[in-house]
């Protein structure tokens, strides 16, 4: 099964990468835009010094930690990243704020759970800017909400023993105050 | 090209030059709870207060595990205004050497055990940190939330020395009035300190200007046709210094020559030297406030025909319509306060009376050299305003801090007449309502003759 990624951009003549993901799907990337996943560009660059005879073959990369469905979406954002920053080469303000509303659309779409993958995968690729910006979707999600709200937002239960928890709210009383309603 | 599966997960995770996920195989539903430690940290480093790290470390066993990881937290601000206590608030303090601050959140006082501070004079700086200066006259950035440092070039790095010398303690004292940052020192991408920031500082004996950032050597005088400056904003890239007579200068730091702070906005009209001046940034407006005190040390006939609308006459054309005057049957009411207010005036050496509020406002006269003229300002709509001995901050009411909207926060920042009261300063302090012109009480006092209540922001 193969998952082209759309659009590629007509003007360019780059090389694509084939990334396959854990679940055996395999995805024909631009060069640039694999290459802002770090840990693909460094097995890339190492595969290229060890062989040099190859020249232009097609490399295929295997991501046995990541799946297809967290992939498909840093590639469509990565793509996006890299649109932006090409269409504001000389105005790094109106590339922030090209970002800053790409960023809010794109999380409209995105569940709570999902948000996990996409870190996990972030992380795994190393691609610095989405990891960051999934990052600090999560903090501004928490951003002066209850100890309550954060957990039913993002599934989580309590696991600390009784007492445990009404200690550490007592400790740092003021910090759990004048939250916002849930 | 044939790698086979095994060795191609060791390469890339020999690769990887960050902590390795620890998880297997990827599951369906990723849970929140086993997201690793150091993202957890990430996580956390970019939390706009410091409170809500609290919030984070409650959720879980292992959220709270990578709360706790953190050699220092990061130093965010606090959601809410706090009120740091002046040193001699209470017997025993310096000894337990913990600060007591006065939350506005949840009107409660909470002790930080703080050796750091023991015998430093500290001013507000916002984003949570404090300029502290000791009779060893070090000068740091402190963040008491989270204990981190950032050493400062000393008290005598800076060029105007007084002569002739005087006393490490008067220096911590009176050295350093006031200081102001055009950002947080700490920067949450790199997670190091941030020589972006600029700290910029009024100082010694005729109260000029200076700058430093963190990691400098010493302190970069700055050229300015005035002295005597009262307070510093930082408003779109520019700072902007008021100085005692309410004369405005602006100045935009340049590392690579000399800085020269140029005159934008006149004396407005009515004032005297001996109103209080703060300059603060608010809603995208700066404004100019001016805080009056009575008592027998202003001797109240130095205006003697001080009223509320004083300033009317600054810019009539663009003043808003004040409000209707208070109804009559509040009259009796308004007469015993009154009386009260008098003997609070007569009891004490100083007393604020009345703010004024101005707006600079973009104006181009030829053959002026000022760019900004004054409107007088009214209504703070949903903002606070917060002075005092820290760098003024206006803050919005609705954003749940504890504070009230069109009202200004003041601390008793006279640290100069501080020896001239009965038991010390520390107790001028208050919430001044715009609407009414009412005066409220955040805080009873906090008595000292050297350390200032102040907000830490």
Same mark, same amino acid.
């Given at each position: ?53 190859? &020249? ?10 990541? =799946? ?24 790094? %303000? ?33 691609? %610095? ?27 989580? =239960?309590?696991?600390?023993?009784? &007492?445990? =928890? ?10 759990? =105050? &004048?939250?916002?309603?849930? | ?38 993202? @957890? ?6 939390? /706009? ?18 709360? +706790? ?48 501070? @023991? ?38 790095? !800076? ?6 010398? @005087? ?34 500082? $009024? ?22 046709? /005035? ?25 935009? $730091? ?34 100019? @406030? ?58 004490? /050496? ?28 009214? +209504? ?20 749940? +801090? ?36 009412? !005066? ?6 906090? !008595? /000292? ?9």
């Amino acid at each position: 099964m193969s998952n082209q990624s759309e659009s590629p951009n007509p003007t360019s003549s780059s090389n694509k990468i084939t990334l396959k993901t854990s679940d055996n799907e395999v995805f024909e990337v631009e060069e640039a835009v694999a290459m802002k996943f770090c840990t693909v560009k460094q097995y890339f660059d190492d595969e290229n010094n060890n062989n040099v005879t190859s &020249g232009t073959s097609t490399t295929l990369i295997p991501l046995p930690n990541v =799946e297809s469905h967290p992939l498909a979406i840093l590639i469509t954002y990565c793509k996006k990243h890299l649109e932006i920053k090409a269409n504001n080469a000389d105005n790094k %303000k109106e590339m922030e704020i090209d970002m800053e509303h790409y960023e809010r659309e794109f999380l409209k779409n995105v569940m709570p759970q999902e948000l996990t993958e996409l870190i996990l995968a972030a992380n795994y690729l190393n691609f %610095k800017e989405a990891l960051d910006f999934f990052c600090r979707a999560v903090a501004s999600a928490i951003q002066n909400k209850s100890v309550e709200y954060v957990r039913k937002f993002f599934g989580l =239960e309590s696991d600390f023993k009784p &007492g445990e =928890e009404e200690k550490l709210r007592e400790e740092f009383a003021w910090s759990f =105050e &004048g939250v916002d309603e849930d | 090209m044939s790698l086979s599966f095994g060795s191609v997960q060791k390469k890339v995770l020999w690769y990887h030059t960050e902590p390795i996920l620890q998880h297997k195989q990827p599951t369906k539903m990723s849970n929140w709870a086993d997201l690793p430690h150091f993202i @957890v940290c990430e996580i956390i480093c970019r939390l /706009s207060f410091f409170d809500d790290i609290f919030v984070v470390g409650a959720v879980c066993k292992s959220w709270k595990s990578a709360a +706790n990881s953190f050699e220092k937290p990061p130093p965010l601000p606090p959601k809410g205004p706090w009120i740091m206590l002046s040193e001699e608030r209470e017997q025993g303090n310096k000894e337990s050497q913990t600060r007591s601050f006065f939350n506005l959140l949840d009107t409660k006082t909470y002790d930080f055990k703080l050796p750091e501070l @023991v015998g430093r004079k500290c001013l507000g700086t916002s984003f949570g940190w404090l300029l502290t200066i000791g009779a060893d006259l070090q000068i740091n950035l402190f963040h008491p939330l989270s204990k981190h440092l950032i050493s400062l070039p000393p008290q005598n790095t !800076f060029c105007r020395q007084y002569t002739p010398e @005087v006393e490490p303690e008067h220096l911590r004292n009176m050295f350093v009035p006031k200081c102001v940052l055009s950002r947080s020192p700490w920067n949450s991408v790199t997670n190091e300190y941030d020589r972006d920031c600029i700290i910029m500082a $009024i100082y010694g004996e005729i109260r000029t200007l200076a700058f430093t950032r963190p990691g400098y050597k010493a302190w970069i005088d700055i050229e300015s046709p /005035s002295r005597a400056y009262d307070d510093i904003a930082f408003y779109k890239g520019n700072f902007y210094a008021v100085d005692a007579h309410g004369e405005v200068f602006a100045c935009r $730091i340049d590392d690579n020559q000399k800085v020269v702070a140029k005159a934008v906005a006149p004396r407005p009209k009515g004032t005297r030297d001996l109103i209080k001046k703060y300059i603060v940034e608010s809603a995208g407006d700066l404004l100019l @406030v001016l805080r009056v005190r009575g008592g027998h040390y202003y001797s109240i006939e130095d205006y003697p025909n001080y009223e509320e609308d004083e300033f009317n006459n600054v810019d009539s054309e663009d003043d808003i319509e004040d409000e209707d005057a208070p109804e009559n049957e509040y009259e009796e009411e308004e007469e015993e306060e009154e009386e009260e207010e008098k003997k609070k005036i007569s009891d004490n /050496s100083y007393v604020t009376v009345g703010f004024t509020v101005l707006k600079l406002k973009r104006f181009t006269q030829a053959g002026s050299k000022y760019k900004y003229k004054y409107v007088k300002v009214d +209504n703070l709509g949903d903002r606070a305003l917060f002075v005092g001995d820290n760098s003024s901050v206006s803050l919005s009411a609705s954003s749940f +801090n504890g504070c009230k909207a069109n009202c200004i926060y003041f601390t008793d920042d006279n640290i100069e007449l501080y020896e001239e009261t009965l038991y010390g300063g520390g107790y001028d302090m208050g919430v001044f309502s715009m609407k009414d012109g009412k !005066f409220d009480k955040h805080y009873p006092e906090s !008595f /000292s003759y050297y350390s200032t209540p102040l907000w830490f922001i």
